[in-house]
């Protein structure tokens, strides 16, 4: 059974950064890709920044494109989200989903494994 888990995560101040790392268990499709979601205040979840294993290829939310920084290990299954500059509107739980790729190489919601969710707050 393929299953997400997610780590990291935390409280920074506005202009901090944090490292969500997510590890993946189970048979996993080289040509799966590793996304992290989020689902603000609005309920509208957003794709945040996606992986695909097997040629690298990524994926930035525009909202956080130039901030954070997306690098997977395909043997190791593990996908890194480096989180920088860090804002007030970045406070979310966080989702690491595996799937089949979509358009913009992320897990397609509804087919992918979704992890727990971790918390990241930026306050201060």
């Known amino acids: 059974h393929v299953q997400p888990v997610e780590s990291g995560g935390g409280l920074v101040p506005p202009g901090g950064s944090l490292r969500l790392t997510c590890t993946v268990s189970?048979?996993?499709?080289?040509?799966?890709?590793v996304g992290w979601f989020r689902q603000g205040s609005t309920r509208i979840r957003e794709e945040v920044s996606c992986f695909r294993l097997d040629d690298g290829r990524t994926y930035y939310s525009p909202s956080v494109k130039g901030r954070f920084s997306i690098s997977g290990n395909k043997e190791k299954k593990t996908v890194v989200l480096q989180m920088d500059d860090l804002k007030p509107e970045d406070t979310d739980i966080y989702y690491c989903?595996?799937?089949?790729?979509?358009?913009?190489?992320?897990?397609?919601?509804?087919?992918?494994?979704w992890g727990q969710g971790i918390q990241v707050a930026v306050s201060g």
């Open positions: 989903t595996v799937g089949v790729g979509g358009a913009t190489n992320c897990p397609v919601p509804s087919l992918a494994e």
């Open positions: 189970g048979d996993t499709p080289d040509f799966f890709s």
